[in-house]
């Protein structure tokens, strides 16, 4: 029985698990993002924050540590010179999951963890517009919405409302 245990097992020993999160910490802080599973993104955000937020720290002790964890010299590098200043006065919160739709061979949901922009707790990130066509619906994904309506009953059975979806 898994009594008080607070973390996912993701099908793999602790070794392998704690390898894998670490492996996946380093590609977070090499290439900006990562692409994974929803379980794993979950588990991802604690170890990068806890990364993070002793890089913000910067000194020596603070390095020890993070280099347990991440092995390649030049992630931990990037850490402690690239997010450590970049997070400094955000009090937590640096990373983001976003979903990216599902996988091709499996239909396994994606998300895609990322390292967060905004470099002060209070900044706005501008909202992008919405693409509308030509009689004003908003477009998404190649369809456009229609309006709001509940359909009736005889629509319901015909199909008709799968238009509006």
């Known amino acids: ?10 099908s793999r020993t ?12 380093t590609s977070l802080f090499l290439h900006g993002k990562v692409v994974t599973t929803v379980a794993k993104a979950k588990e991802l955000r604690p170890v990068a924050e806890k990364l993070i937020t ?3 720290r910067g000194d020596l002790h603070a390095r020890r540590l993070v280099e347990r964890r991440i092995k ?3 992630a931990s590098g990037k850490l402690f010179k690239e997010y450590g200043p970049r997070f400094a006065a955000r009090p937590g ?6 979903r990216l739709g599902h996988r091709v061979g499996m239909a396994r949901r994606r998300r895609g963890s990322s390292c967060w922009r905004r470099s002060r707790p209070g900044a706005k990130t501008p909202k992008t517009p919405r693409r509308q066509d030509a009689k004003g619906y ?5 369809r456009k919405s ?6 009736n009953l005889a629509s319901w059975r015909l199909g008709v409302w799968a238009s509006w979806l």
Do not use: W
């Open 14 to 25: 602790s070794e392998h698990r704690r390898a894998m999160l670490s492996n996946m910490a």
């Open 93 to 98: 919160g640096y990373t983001r999951i976003i």
């Open 54 to 56: 002793l890089a913000r």
């Open 138 to 142: 908003e477009v998404r994904r190649g």
């Open 72 to 74: 390649d010299k030049s």
């Open 146 to 151: 229609a309006p709001f309506c509940i359909p």
């Open 1 to 10: 029985m898994r009594h008080r245990a607070k973390n996912r097992q993701l």
